[in-house]
């Protein structure tokens, strides 16, 4: 984790993502957090993590920025190519396994894209 210092309030922000399922935003996590944990600090916390190439964060419905473990990220670089999706029904946001295929389109050379879904959970389907 590099020049990373571990503090308390970051061993509890990791915890927090290693346990849950789910990409979490900033309020969300600030909710499963103990008390005493400011709102300023949990940013500044996820800024240090992000730099450092453990977790990543993007944009879900509402422009909320969502925050989730990288697999193998390092402080020189992010390397993601999976895609995020959020359910319409729970809401829930989460990392998709698959990679995504880059499109070729004409003589562009494309490198990387964000891609969304939405959609059903397999929880909310019926
Ligand atoms: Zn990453
Ligand atoms: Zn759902
Ligand atoms: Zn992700």
Redesign the pocket.
Known sequence: MGVLRKTKNLEEVLETFRHSRQALSANMLLEQLSEGINKSTVYRLLDRL?DD????SFLAANHTKFYAL????TSD????SHPHFQCLSCNQVVCLEEEFKLPSINDMNILEAEVFLKGYCASCQF
Do not use: P
């Open positions: 992000e190439g453990v977790i990543h990288c697999q193998s990220c670089k992010h390397v993601h």
